[in-house]
Protein backbone atom coordinates (compact mmCIF):
# COMPACT_ATOMS: atom_id res chain seq x y z
CA UNK A 1 0.00 0.00 0.00
CA UNK A 2 1.72 3.75 -0.86
CA UNK A 3 1.74 5.75 1.25
CA UNK A 4 -1.25 7.84 -0.09
CA UNK A 5 -3.29 4.98 0.51
CA UNK A 6 -2.24 4.66 3.70
CA UNK A 7 -2.96 7.93 5.12
CA UNK A 8 -6.37 7.71 3.26
CA UNK A 9 -7.30 3.77 4.14
CA UNK A 10 -11.02 3.88 4.87
CA UNK A 11 -11.59 0.28 3.49
CA UNK A 12 -14.14 -1.64 5.81
CA UNK A 13 -14.94 1.44 7.82
CA UNK A 14 -19.02 2.04 8.27
CA UNK A 15 -20.69 5.11 8.28
CA UNK A 16 -23.80 6.26 9.32
CA UNK A 17 -24.95 8.86 7.22
CA UNK A 18 -28.61 10.93 8.84
CA UNK A 19 -30.95 12.62 5.83
CA UNK A 20 -29.72 9.48 3.90
CA UNK A 21 -31.99 10.53 1.23
CA UNK A 22 -30.53 14.10 0.25
CA UNK A 23 -29.03 15.41 -2.64
CA UNK A 24 -25.62 16.12 -0.32
CA UNK A 25 -25.50 12.92 2.04
CA UNK A 26 -26.03 10.86 -1.68
CA UNK A 27 -23.31 12.56 -3.05
CA UNK A 28 -21.21 11.82 0.05
CA UNK A 29 -22.18 8.41 0.47
CA UNK A 30 -21.31 7.86 -2.92
CA UNK A 31 -17.75 8.98 -2.53
CA UNK A 32 -17.57 7.28 0.58
CA UNK A 33 -18.98 3.69 -0.81
CA UNK A 34 -16.33 3.90 -3.82
CA UNK A 35 -13.18 4.26 -0.53
CA UNK A 36 -14.04 1.08 0.74
CA UNK A 37 -16.54 2.41 3.23
CA UNK A 38 -20.09 0.54 4.40
CA UNK A 39 -22.87 3.00 3.91
CA UNK A 40 -25.95 3.25 6.20
CA UNK A 41 -28.33 6.33 5.13
CA UNK A 42 -30.36 6.80 7.43
CA UNK A 43 -33.87 8.70 6.79
CA UNK A 44 -36.99 9.47 8.35
CA UNK A 45 -38.49 8.81 4.47
CA UNK A 46 -37.55 5.35 4.27
CA UNK A 47 -38.09 4.66 0.06
CA UNK A 48 -35.40 7.69 0.29
CA UNK A 49 -33.03 6.03 1.84
CA UNK A 50 -33.35 2.39 0.02
CA UNK A 51 -33.34 4.24 -3.14
CA UNK A 52 -29.89 6.23 -2.33
CA UNK A 53 -28.65 2.49 -1.00
CA UNK A 54 -29.98 0.85 -4.13
CA UNK A 55 -27.80 3.30 -6.50
CA UNK A 56 -25.05 2.91 -4.55
CA UNK A 57 -25.08 -0.63 -4.51
CA UNK A 58 -25.72 -0.94 -8.40
CA UNK A 59 -22.39 0.90 -8.76
CA UNK A 60 -20.29 -2.07 -6.57
CA UNK A 61 -20.84 -0.11 -3.42
CA UNK A 62 -21.74 -1.62 -0.04
CA UNK A 63 -24.91 0.56 1.10
CA UNK A 64 -28.38 -0.43 3.57
CA UNK A 65 -31.34 1.91 3.80
CA UNK A 66 -32.83 2.23 7.73
CA UNK A 67 -35.73 4.44 9.08
CA UNK A 68 -35.08 7.18 11.62
CA UNK A 69 -36.17 9.74 12.89
CA UNK A 70 -33.36 11.74 13.99
CA UNK A 71 -35.68 13.91 16.46
CA UNK A 72 -36.10 10.51 18.56
CA UNK A 73 -33.75 9.08 20.92
CA UNK A 74 -35.56 5.66 20.58
CA UNK A 75 -35.39 5.48 16.99
CA UNK A 76 -31.70 6.45 17.05
CA UNK A 77 -30.76 3.68 19.35
CA UNK A 78 -32.72 1.02 17.31
CA UNK A 79 -31.37 2.24 13.99
CA UNK A 80 -27.54 2.14 16.05
CA UNK A 81 -28.65 -0.90 17.08
CA UNK A 82 -28.93 -2.42 13.72
CA UNK A 83 -25.74 -1.10 12.34
CA UNK A 84 -23.46 -2.53 15.52
CA UNK A 85 -25.57 -5.99 14.38
CA UNK A 86 -25.05 -5.85 10.89
CA UNK A 87 -21.29 -4.32 10.77
CA UNK A 88 -20.04 -4.80 14.71
CA UNK A 89 -19.57 -0.95 14.85
CA UNK A 90 -20.06 2.91 13.98
CA UNK A 91 -16.72 4.84 12.72
CA UNK A 92 -18.34 7.14 11.36
CA UNK A 93 -21.42 9.86 11.95
CA UNK A 94 -22.14 12.27 9.15
CA UNK A 95 -25.11 14.35 10.57
CA UNK A 96 -27.08 15.98 7.57
CA UNK A 97 -30.42 16.13 8.13
CA UNK A 98 -31.62 19.49 8.04
CA UNK A 99 -33.67 21.56 5.96
CA UNK A 100 -35.73 25.06 6.33
CA UNK A 101 -39.56 25.99 6.39
CA UNK A 102 -41.28 29.25 4.68
CA UNK A 103 -42.08 30.32 8.02
CA UNK A 104 -38.78 30.74 9.19
CA UNK A 105 -38.03 33.01 6.25
CA UNK A 106 -38.40 36.39 5.82
CA UNK A 107 -39.60 37.34 1.65
CA UNK A 108 -38.91 41.00 0.44
CA UNK A 109 -42.25 41.71 0.46
CA UNK A 110 -42.39 40.65 4.52
CA UNK A 111 -40.28 41.55 7.73
CA UNK A 112 -39.11 40.35 10.57
CA UNK A 113 -42.22 40.75 12.61
CA UNK A 114 -43.91 38.12 10.32
CA UNK A 115 -41.50 35.50 11.47
CA UNK A 116 -43.79 32.19 12.37
CA UNK A 117 -42.40 30.73 15.62
CA UNK A 118 -43.50 27.11 14.98
CA UNK A 119 -41.78 27.41 12.05
CA UNK A 120 -38.90 28.67 13.13
CA UNK A 121 -38.99 25.65 15.94
CA UNK A 122 -39.43 23.23 13.53
CA UNK A 123 -36.32 24.26 11.80
CA UNK A 124 -34.25 24.59 14.82
CA UNK A 125 -34.95 21.27 16.23
CA UNK A 126 -34.34 19.67 12.59
CA UNK A 127 -31.23 21.69 12.02
CA UNK A 128 -29.78 21.22 15.39
CA UNK A 129 -31.56 18.84 17.54
CA UNK A 130 -31.04 16.79 14.72
CA UNK A 131 -27.70 17.22 14.86
CA UNK A 132 -27.42 16.86 19.06
CA UNK A 133 -29.25 14.07 19.74
CA UNK A 134 -27.12 12.00 16.84
CA UNK A 135 -24.16 12.68 17.98
CA UNK A 136 -25.06 12.10 21.08
CA UNK A 137 -26.29 8.63 20.39
CA UNK A 138 -23.56 7.29 18.48
CA UNK A 139 -20.78 9.42 20.10
CA UNK A 140 -21.58 7.35 22.86
CA UNK A 141 -20.95 4.13 21.15
CA UNK A 142 -17.74 5.49 19.71
CA UNK A 143 -16.82 6.08 23.04
CA UNK A 144 -16.96 2.49 23.79
CA UNK A 145 -14.60 1.13 20.38
CA UNK A 146 -11.31 1.49 21.37
CA UNK A 147 -10.87 3.11 17.70
CA UNK A 148 -13.21 5.89 18.66
CA UNK A 149 -14.24 7.73 15.77
CA UNK A 150 -15.40 10.42 13.48
CA UNK A 151 -18.50 13.00 14.21
CA UNK A 152 -19.07 15.12 10.95
CA UNK A 153 -21.74 18.22 11.04
CA UNK A 154 -23.46 20.22 8.14
CA UNK A 155 -22.59 23.93 9.09
CA UNK A 156 -23.57 26.48 6.25
CA UNK A 157 -22.59 29.87 4.65
CA UNK A 158 -25.63 31.27 6.76
CA UNK A 159 -24.02 30.54 10.01
CA UNK A 160 -20.76 32.41 8.83
CA UNK A 161 -22.17 35.02 7.56
CA UNK A 162 -25.58 36.97 7.57
CA UNK A 163 -27.80 36.06 4.63
CA UNK A 164 -31.14 37.93 3.71
CA UNK A 165 -34.42 36.14 4.23
CA UNK A 166 -33.24 32.78 5.82
CA UNK A 167 -33.38 33.95 9.72
CA UNK A 168 -34.42 30.71 11.25
CA UNK A 169 -31.90 28.29 9.27
CA UNK A 170 -29.14 30.49 9.89
CA UNK A 171 -29.64 30.60 13.43
CA UNK A 172 -29.76 26.59 13.35
CA UNK A 173 -26.45 26.51 11.74
CA UNK A 174 -24.81 28.91 13.58
CA UNK A 175 -25.38 26.71 16.48
CA UNK A 176 -24.40 23.39 14.74
CA UNK A 177 -21.25 25.57 14.31
CA UNK A 178 -20.72 26.26 18.15
CA UNK A 179 -21.92 22.58 19.02
CA UNK A 180 -19.20 21.43 16.64
CA UNK A 181 -16.68 22.81 18.27
CA UNK A 182 -17.83 22.81 22.25
CA UNK A 183 -18.54 18.74 21.32
CA UNK A 184 -15.29 18.56 19.55
CA UNK A 185 -13.26 19.54 22.49
CA UNK A 186 -15.47 17.58 25.20
CA UNK A 187 -14.57 14.79 23.72
CA UNK A 188 -10.80 15.38 23.06
CA UNK A 189 -10.16 15.86 26.57
CA UNK A 190 -12.79 12.92 27.98
CA UNK A 191 -11.85 10.64 25.60
CA UNK A 192 -8.02 10.56 25.06
CA UNK A 193 -8.49 12.37 21.41
CA UNK A 194 -9.36 8.91 19.86
CA UNK A 195 -13.22 11.01 18.83
CA UNK A 196 -12.44 13.72 16.15
CA UNK A 197 -15.62 16.38 15.57
CA UNK A 198 -15.75 18.48 13.01
CA UNK A 199 -17.84 20.52 10.31
CA UNK A 200 -18.50 21.21 6.50
CA UNK A 201 -19.52 24.70 6.01
CA UNK A 202 -21.25 24.18 2.26
CA UNK A 203 -21.52 27.35 0.14
CA UNK A 204 -24.34 27.71 -2.82
CA UNK A 205 -25.27 23.92 -3.79
CA UNK A 206 -28.12 23.39 -5.91
CA UNK A 207 -30.91 21.37 -4.24
CA UNK A 208 -34.62 20.09 -4.13
CA UNK A 209 -35.75 23.17 -1.62
CA UNK A 210 -33.46 25.90 -3.17
CA UNK A 211 -33.50 25.17 -7.01
CA UNK A 212 -36.62 27.19 -7.80
CA UNK A 213 -35.16 29.99 -5.40
CA UNK A 214 -31.81 29.97 -7.50
CA UNK A 215 -32.41 28.76 -11.19
CA UNK A 216 -35.61 29.30 -13.83
CA UNK A 217 -36.80 26.26 -15.62
CA UNK A 218 -34.73 27.08 -18.34
CA UNK A 219 -31.30 26.71 -16.28
CA UNK A 220 -30.64 30.81 -16.15
CA UNK A 221 -30.23 32.17 -12.45
CA UNK A 222 -32.85 34.55 -10.88
CA UNK A 223 -32.33 37.52 -9.70
CA UNK A 224 -31.05 35.73 -5.84
CA UNK A 225 -29.07 33.29 -8.17
CA UNK A 226 -26.88 36.26 -9.97
CA UNK A 227 -26.15 37.70 -6.74
CA UNK A 228 -24.75 34.47 -5.18
CA UNK A 229 -22.66 33.98 -8.06
CA UNK A 230 -21.41 37.33 -8.06
CA UNK A 231 -19.65 36.87 -4.76
CA UNK A 232 -18.75 33.53 -5.18
CA UNK A 233 -15.18 33.91 -6.63
CA UNK A 234 -14.95 30.84 -8.49
CA UNK A 235 -18.04 32.53 -10.37
CA UNK A 236 -20.65 29.34 -10.50
CA UNK A 237 -22.80 26.62 -8.30
CA UNK A 238 -20.80 23.92 -6.40
CA UNK A 239 -21.43 20.22 -7.70
CA UNK A 240 -22.83 17.73 -4.45
CA UNK A 241 -19.75 15.74 -5.69
CA UNK A 242 -17.48 18.22 -4.61
CA UNK A 243 -17.75 17.39 -0.75
CA UNK A 244 -16.42 14.38 -0.92
CA UNK A 245 -12.76 15.62 -0.81
CA UNK A 246 -12.80 17.54 2.41
CA UNK A 247 -14.82 14.48 3.78
CA UNK A 248 -12.52 12.12 2.92
CA UNK A 249 -9.95 14.25 4.44
CA UNK A 250 -11.93 14.79 8.08
CA UNK A 251 -12.65 11.69 8.45
CA UNK A 252 -9.15 9.77 7.58
CA UNK A 253 -6.04 9.57 9.14
CA UNK A 254 -4.88 12.16 7.08
CA UNK A 255 -6.75 14.77 9.78
CA UNK A 256 -5.65 12.96 12.82
CA UNK A 257 -4.75 16.02 14.48
CA UNK A 258 -7.29 17.78 13.09
CA UNK A 259 -10.79 18.35 15.60
CA UNK A 260 -13.32 21.15 16.30
CA UNK A 261 -12.98 23.02 12.13
CA UNK A 262 -15.88 23.99 10.15
CA UNK A 263 -14.35 23.80 6.72
CA UNK A 264 -15.94 25.85 4.17
CA UNK A 265 -16.28 24.01 0.73
CA UNK A 266 -17.77 27.16 -1.11
CA UNK A 267 -15.78 28.67 -4.00
CA UNK A 268 -14.27 30.95 -2.12
CA UNK A 269 -18.06 32.37 -0.88
CA UNK A 270 -17.04 32.86 3.25
CA UNK A 271 -14.06 35.72 1.71
CA UNK A 272 -14.90 37.52 -0.77
CA UNK A 273 -16.04 41.25 0.56
CA UNK A 274 -17.46 41.89 -2.66
CA UNK A 275 -15.01 44.70 -3.48
Known amino acids: M ?3 DDLFNLKGKVALL ?5 VLAGAIGSGL ?3 GVHVVFADIIPEHAEAVAQRINKEGGDAVGLITNVLDVASLEKTRDEV ?4 GSIDILLNAAGGNMPGATIP ?9 FDDMDKVSDLNFKGTVLPSLVIGKTMSKQSK ?3 IINISSMAALQSITRVVGYSAAKAAVSNFTRWLAMEMAMKFKGKIRVNAIAPGFFIGKQNRKL ?7 YTERGEKVISKTPMGRFGHADELIGAILYLVSEASSFVTGVVLPVDGGFSIYSGV
Open 148 to 150: GGN
Open 18 to 22: TGGGG
Open 214 to 220: LTHPDGS
Open 2 to 4: SYL
Open 33 to 35: AKA
Open 84 to 87: ISKF
Open 108 to 116: PDKTVFDLD
